[in-house]
T-cell receptor, first 113, second 112 residues
C-alpha cells in the first residue's frame, strides 16, 4: 500500500535558521508530490507541487522542494525561516490520475524570534 | 484563494444526535473529498466523489455517509454521533485532470 513518511513530528528553530523537512513515499510508479502548509487557525494551503520536469520545485514564501526519484523523497527546504513560518507542514502523494491523496503525519514547525 | 466553505466550524454535541457537516465549493469542481484528521496525525480519506450522484468510501472506515446531489455541495452525515467521532473533518475539491486539492477550513467536532 502507498504510504508517506515525514521524518520529524516537531521542529523548533530560530529565525534565520535553515529548514529542511524530510518526506519519503513508498510507491514505485509515477507520482505527483505536494507540500501543504496549515498556519494556525487557517486552511490547508498548497505550498508547492511536483508533477514532472525539473525536480527542483519552487513554491510560495521562499520554499522549495527537491524530488529525488531514486530515494523516493521530496524534501522541503527554506534557507532562512521567519517567525511567520510557524505552521504544520504536510507532505502528500498521489499516484495515478484520479487525485486520491496519501498524506504524511505532518511536521509541526515552531520558529522562535 | 480557493472558495470552499465548511459549516459549522465548531460543533459540540451529545451522544446519539444526528449531525450533518456542510461543505460547499463555488469553483465547479467535479471531485470532492472528506478527510478526518486527529491532532498530530495525518489526514485520512473517508469519502470521495467524482461528481453528481457519485460517492465512494475512502481508505479509513467511517460510520458517516455522504451525498452528492449537486456539484457544489457534499454534505457528510452522522446518524448517531459517538465520542469516537470526535475529530476534525476537512472537505476538499479538485478539478479533473488537475491533481491539486483545495481545502476548506474544517469542522472541529466534539461528541460528549
Amino acid at each position: 500500500a502507498q504510504s508517506v513518511s515525514q521524518h520529524n513530528h516537531h521542529v523548533i528553530l530560530s529565525e534565520a535558521a535553515s529548514l529542511e523537512l524530510g518526506c519519503n513515499y513508498s510507491y514505485g510508479g509515477t507520482v505527483n508530490l505536494f507540500w501543504y502548509v496549515q498556519y494556525p487557525g487557517q486552511h490547508l494551503q498548497l505550498l508547492l507541487k511536483y508533477f514532472s520536469g525539473d525536480p527542483l520545485v519552487k513554491g510560495i514564501k521562499g520554499f522549495e522542494a527537491e524530488f529525488i526519484k531514486s530515494k523516493f523523497s521530496f524534501n522541503l527546504r527554506k534557507p532562512s525561516v521567519q517567525w511567520s513560518d510557524t505552521a504544520e507542514y504536510f507532505c502528500a502523494v498521489t499516484a495515478g490520475s484520479w487525485g486520491k491523496f496519501q498524506f504524511g503525519a505532518g511536521t509541526q514547525v515552531v520558529v522562535t524570534p | 484563494e480557493a472558495d470552499i466553505y465548511q459549516t459549522p466550524r465548531y460543533l459540540v454535541i451529545g451522544t446519539g444526535k444526528k449531525i450533518t457537516l456542510e461543505c460547499s465549493q463555488t469553483m465547479g469542481h467535479d471531485k470532492m473529498y472528506w478527510y478526518q484528521q486527529d491532532p498530530g496525525m495525518e489526514l485520512h480519506l473517508i469519502h470521495y466523489s467524482y461528481g453528481v450522484n457519485s460517492t465512494e468510501k475512502g481508505d479509513l472506515s467511517s460510520e458517516s455517509t455522504v451525498s452528492r446531489i449537486r456539484t457544489e455541495h457534499f454534505p457528510l452525515t452522522l446518524e448517531s454521533a459517538r465520542p469516537s467521532h470526535t475529530s476534525q473533518y476537512l472537505c476538499a475539491s479538485s478539478e479533473p485532470g488537475v491533481e491539486t486539492q483545495y481545502f476548506g477550513p474544517g469542522t472541529r467536532l466534539l461528541v460528549l
